[in-house]
Nanobody, 116 residues
Framework: QVQLVESGGGLVQPGGSLRLSCAASGFTFSTYDMSWYRQAPGKERDLVAS????????NVAASVKGRFTISRDNAKNTVYLQMNSLKPEDTAVYYCRAVRLSREYWGQGTQVTVSS
């Protein structure tokens, strides 16, 4: 069975940092495109950052450019989201997503709250 297990979320003050991890199992991780999405209450789920299979290329949303970095370690079957200079607007549930061809898998989501 496929599993995407997220960790690293929590409560942080504005300007602080968090590092999210998503550990994958049950599929050939290195061949899948990976991405992070987020969804705040009452809003749509939006793409935050993505990284291609084998880590050939990366992309981040304009709203987090310069603050967030996506990376992957294929030897550990894990994708990361380094979040710096966090703002209250970054508060959301963050989801890990794996995609290859017609297959799509989602993690359970982890809460990130940025507040004083």
């Amino acid at each position: 069975q496929v599993q995407l297990v997220e960790s690293g979320g929590g409560l942080v003050q504005p300007g602080g940092s968090l590092r999210l991890s998503c550990a994958a199992s049950g599929f050939t991780f290195s061949t899948y495109d990976m991405s992070w999405y987020r969804q705040a209450p009452g809003k749509e789920r939006d793409l935050v950052a993505s990284i291609s299979s084998f880590g050939y290329s990366t992309n981040v949303a304009a709203s987090v450019k310069g603050r967030f970095t996506i990376s992957r370690d294929n030897a550990k079957n894990t994708v990361y989201l380094q979040m710096n200079s966090l703002k209250p607007e970054d508060t959301a549930v963050y989801y890990c997503r794996a995609v290859r061809l017609s297959r799509e898998y989602w993690g359970q989501g982890t809460q990130v709250t940025v507040s004083s």
